[in-house]
C-alpha cells in the first residue's frame, strides 16, 4: 500500500533509469482539505492516521514494471514472490526493532480491528521471538502473481482497498486505482570527487540535496581533517542546513512546478554556498539561496549488485511506521500515509494537487567510480534523515577510505535549514563540546539510534576482485551473497 523509487543500471544500458512509483494525490484532493489552525498547522491527526491520510499506492505496479522491462527471463512473477508468499504464510520472528515499533504504535494498531488482528495478540503486542503471520497478504500475493498490476488496480481487490481507505474517512476512489501510472526518469547526476553520483530526480528531492550537500562538501579537504573531527562534523552541519533550506523553498514534483534542478546540483553555486560557512563560529540558521541564475536551460531501502556490474538500488515506504494505521480488510494491505509528505499548508510548491506526487526524500543512489565502472550501490530509510545517511556513507568511504561497514557504521548527525543538531551518542566528547563551543545546540542521542536510518550498501572492491556489502546495525537487515 506504498510507493517509492528505484534506479536501475545495467551493464548493457548506456543510461542509468529511474522506476519512480511513488503514491500521487486521489483526484478528489484539494489543498484545503484538511482543518487548520490560526498559525497555519493542520488541526488533528487526519493526514497521518486514517483514509485521509493515505495516496494512490504505486509500489506494486512500480516493482512488477521493473520485473517485466528489465528482469530476467528466468524470474517471472510467481518465482520472484514466493519467497514473500512463504513468509506470510508460515510467519516470520518479531526481532528486538519490531517488537519496540509495535509497542511505540500499539495505539494506532488497535484503532483499526484489521490491522490489530494482525499485529497484535488481542490487542497486546507481539513479544520478541513470536512469530507474526498474515495469510490474508499470502492470498493477496498469489493473485498477483496470477494476474499482475492489475489485480490491485482492478477488480476485487481495487474495490476492496478503495472501499476501506473510505470506510477511514478517506478520498479514494476505483478510478483513483485504475488511473496510476508509474513514470520512467532520467536520474539526477553529478559529481564528487571524480566519482559519478546517480540517484533519483523529484518528486524525491533525495538525489538532488545529495548532489548539493557532497557539492558544498567538495569545497574543503575532508580527508585532512579526518573522520569525526569537530571540523568536519560542523562543515557537514552547515552544508545540511544550507541545502535543507533550498530543499524546503524549491523541491517539488516537476510535473507541477519547475524545479531549477541545474542550479541546485551546480558546482559553482556550491562553491557560493560554501563561502557562507565560517570555521570559527556556527551560522544558526540558513536560508535559501537563488539557484536560478545558475542554471543553463516505515521505509525500506536494499541495494544490489552482481559480479557483471549489473546495480539495482530501491527505497520504498508507506511513510510511518504501520502507515496510516488502515490495512484492508482480507487482504493484508497496510495504506500509506504519504499524504503528510505534502506541505499541508495552502500556497507552497509542495500543496496538494490532484494527481501530485508528494515531496521524498527517498535517494536510492548509485555510484561509478572515476574510470566510470559500477561502484556502489546505497540507499536508506529514515525520511530526511536518508538524505544525510546516504551523502555521508559515499563521503566516509571517498574521504575516509573506510570498508562499505566501516562507513555505515560511523555515527551521524543531522539537521535542517535550522533547529538543534542531532548528533549519536558514540561522538566524542571532545568533538560535541567544540561544536557547542561554536555555536552549535547539540542533542545526543542514542549510541546506534534508528533516528538515523538504516543504510545498506554493496560496493564492488576492484582491487579485491570482490562484492562487499553493508549492513547498519540501528535497525532490522544485513548483507548476503547468494
Known amino acids: ?117 494482525i499485529y497484535t495478540k488481542g490487542g497486546l503486542p507481539y513479544e520478541i521471538g513470536e512469530t507474526i503471520k498474515n495469510p490474508d497478504y499470502a492470498a493477496t500475493l498469489k493473485l498477483i502473481a ?24 478517506g478520498i479514494m476512489t476505483v478510478k483513483d486505482l485504475a488511473d496510476y501510472q508509474v513514470k520512467v526518469r532520467k536520474p539526477i547526476t553529478g559529481t564528487y570527487r571524480g566519482y559519478s553520483l546517480i540517484s533519483t530526480p523529484p518528486a524525491s528531492s533525495g538525489g538532488t540535496i545529495i548532489i548539493e550537500i557532497l557539492n558544498i562538501l567538495e569545497n574543503f579537504d575532508l580527508a585532512k581533517y579526518g573522520d569525526g573531527t569537530p571540523e568536519t562534523e560542523h562543515l557537514w552541519i552547515e552544508a545540511l542546513r544550507l541545502a535543507f533550506a533550498d ?50 536551460g516505515s521505509t525500506t531501502s536494499f541495494a544490489v549488485m552482481d559480479k557483471a556490474g549489473n546495480m539495482v538500488a530501491v527505497t520504498k515506504s508507506i511513510n510511518y ?3 496510516s494505521g488502515v490495512v484492508v480488510p482480507g487482504t493484508g494491505i497496510i495504506m500509506n500515509n504519504h499524504m503528510d509528505d505534502f ?56 574521504d575516509h577510505g573506510m570498508s562499505i561497514q566501516q562507513a555505515i557504521m560511523a555515527p551521524r548527525l ?13 561522538t566524542s566528547t571532545n568533538t560535541i563540546k567544540a561544536l557547542e563551543a561554536l555555536g552549535h545546540t547539540v ?11 538504516g543504510v545498506h550498501a554493496v560496493v564492488y572492491n576492484r582491487a579485491a576482485k570482490l562484492l562487499e556489502g553493508g549492513a547498519d546495525p540501528r535497525r532490522d537487515g544485513q548483507a548476503i551473497g547468494f
Open 443 to 453: 542533542n545526543v542521542r542514542g549510541d546506534w539510534d534508528a533516528y538515523f536510518g
Open 321 to 323: 511506521f504501520f502507515g
Open 414 to 426: 543531522f539537521t535542517m535549514a535550522s533547529g538543534a543538531v542531532q548528533i549519536e551518542g558514540r
Open 1 to 117: 500500500g506504498g510507493g517509492g523509487f528505484m534506479i536501475i543500471k545495467l551493464v548493457n544500458m548506456k543510461e542509468a533509469v529511474v522506476i519512480d512509483f511513488r503514491e500521487s494525490a486521489p483526484a478528489a484532493s484539494t489543498p484545503d482539505m484538511y482543518v487548520y489552525g490560526a498559525d497555519g498547522k493542520i488541526i488533528g491527526n487526519a493526514s497521518q492516521v486514517g483514509g485521509l491520510a493515505s495516496g494512490v499506492p504505486g509500489e506494486v505496479a512500480g516493482l512488477l514494471y521493473a520485473l517485466d522491462n528489465y528482469g530476467t527471463r528466468k524470474i517471472k512473477r510467481d518465482k520472484a514472490l514466493a519467497p514473500a508468499i512463504k513468509l506470510a504464510e508460515e510467519g516470520f520472528p518479531v526481532t528486538v526493532n519490531l517488537a519496540s515499533i509495535i509497542q511505540d504504535n500499539l495505539g494506532k494498531i488497535n484503532t483499526f480491528p484489521a490491522t490489530a488482528a
Open 247 to 296: 530543499r524546503s523553498k524549491y523541491m517539488a514534483d516537476a510535473d507541477f512546478v519547475k524545479v531549477p534542478l541545474a542550479g541546485l546540483t551546480s558546482k559553482a553555486y556550491a562553491k557560493q554556498l560554501a563561502a557562507k560557512i565560517s570555521m570559527s563560529a556556527a551560522m544558526g540558521s540558513a536560508s535559501a539561496d537563488d539557484p536560478t541564475k545558475f542554471e543553463s
Open 146 to 169: 496470477k494476474y499482475g498490476a492489475d489485480a490491485v488496480y482492478k477488480g476485487e481487490l481495487a474495490e476492496k482497498i478503495a472501499k476501506a481507505v473510505q470506510d477511514a474517512g
Open 343 to 398: 506541505a499541508l499548508k495552502p500556497g507552497h510548491v509542495q500543496s496538494i494537487e490532484p494527481g501530485k506526487r508528494p515531496l521524498s526524500s527517498m535517494s536510492p543512489t548509485l555510484v561509478l567510480d572515476p574510470d566510470g565502472k559500477p561502484f556502489m550501490a546505497v540507499g536508506s530509510p529514515g525520511a530526511t534523515r536518508i538524505i544525510e545517511a546516504v551523502a555521508q556513507t559515499i563521503s566516509n568511504v571517498v
